[in-house]
């Protein structure tokens, strides 16, 4: 009885674990829409080019900072110096407040609040390569991650 009931109780655990897993992977195509808070400054896709901020192609994986063109502050070139690569956990530090992650930032975006939009908005982000091509995100998070 008692093996019974520990297996239950990991099956459970297994279960609820799995399930919090699902909630958290993010919607590329409800992305897109929280990224129109961010199209005046950027761009993304085929044909993207640097606007006020960079293009945001290839993003999740590459080096911050390394956005070929793009003049990036002094702030930000220090604090981007030791990191390796966008992934999930730094783009959420930096867009739930840049300005609070990286003192005179020139990005002056408020940020997002919303848990739902921030996995979203990553999940659209991942979704490009250098190119402006589609790739898979779940597969462009787990290659940044493991950078």
Known sequence: MNRLIVAAGALLSLTLASGAFAQ???D?????????KCMACHAVGEGAKNKIG???N???????????????????????????????????????????????TKMVFPGIKK?????????YLASFDEAG???DPA???????AQ
Do not use: C, H
């Open 58 to 104: 290839g993003i999740v994986g590459e080096k911050p900072g390394a956005v070929e063109g793009y003049s990036f502050s002094p702030a930000f070139q220090e604090w981007a110096a030791d990191k390796a690569a966008w992934n999930e956990e730094l783009m959420t530090a930096w867009l739930t407040n840049p300005r609070d992650v990286v003192k005179g």
């Open 139 to 145: 597969e462009a998070l787990a290659d940044a991650a």
């Open 28 to 36: 590329p195509d409800a992305g897109k829409k929280v990224f129109r």
């Open 24 to 26: 958290t992977a993010g």
């Open 115 to 123: 848990e739902q939009e921030m996995v979203d908005i990553i999940a």
């Open 54 to 56: 960079p293009e945001l």
């Open 133 to 135: 091509a589609t790739r």
